[in-house]
């Protein structure tokens, strides 16, 4: 099976188990991601809002278009990446997404991750930081890339439905390890053999290693010059970031 059916797979699987019910029933439409199912980087965001809620498609209002600018500063596009976000159906009123709808996307946030295989995770915004490190302060760790292992359950497998999976954190593990703001020899070394890597086992056991870098939201930025300029210079550890995985450092 290609990615690309397994992600549709998956798509599926979140609408027939009818994960957040009561977000989808106000909900216009499943959001579920999008760009290369090859994507070195997945960006992960928080929910999604009014266009796309009206389109499916993520990123796509005006917090989307500063994204797709800072992806053009380091030589990106969106084909070249893939995002999603940690809640896949709009918030009523835009508001925050709530711990408990989190919760309930987050295996099938995982299941995605290993199905596409990043070696690169960005999140933007505290919701989707503080999914991956719970004591996370976007204040203080914005910029700062972690190597980081996740293990998990994966309850999709076999095609049996997920009913069990959701919220079910107890047999999730993570674990991190610092790696230095814009270091090459330190940032990933040693790393390049566990990473990028999904490997499940018999009991659906699957263990995910990549690097995680949490950045400001870009709706954040959009309006407050000195936080743009802060994510703008953070999204420059992207590619440095790519290239060192690249070399094996
Ligand atoms: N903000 C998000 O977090 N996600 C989107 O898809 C759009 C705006």
Known sequence: MTKQ????????????????????AQATQLVFGSGSTDARVVFIGEAPGKHEDATGEPFVGAAGKFLNEMLASVGLERQDIYITNIVKYRPPDNRDPLPEEKAEFWPYLLKQLS??????????????????????RISVDHGKAKRMSV????????????????GDDKEQSKTYEDTAKQAPESSTKQSASNLNSASSSAGGQVQMTFVILPLYHPAAALYNGALRQTLLEDFQIVPTLLNEIEKGE
């Open 115 to 136: 199905i596409i295989q990043p070696d690169i995770i960005v999140t933007l915004g505290r919701h989707s930081g503080q999914a991956f490190v719970q004591d996370l």
């Open 151 to 166: 293990t998990f359950t994966d309850k999709t497998v076999g095609g049996k439905r997920d009913d069990g999976v959701q």
């Open 5 to 24: 059916e397994k992600l549709e797979n998956l798509r599926k699987l979140i609408e027939s188990n009818d994960v957040c019910r009561e977000l989808k």
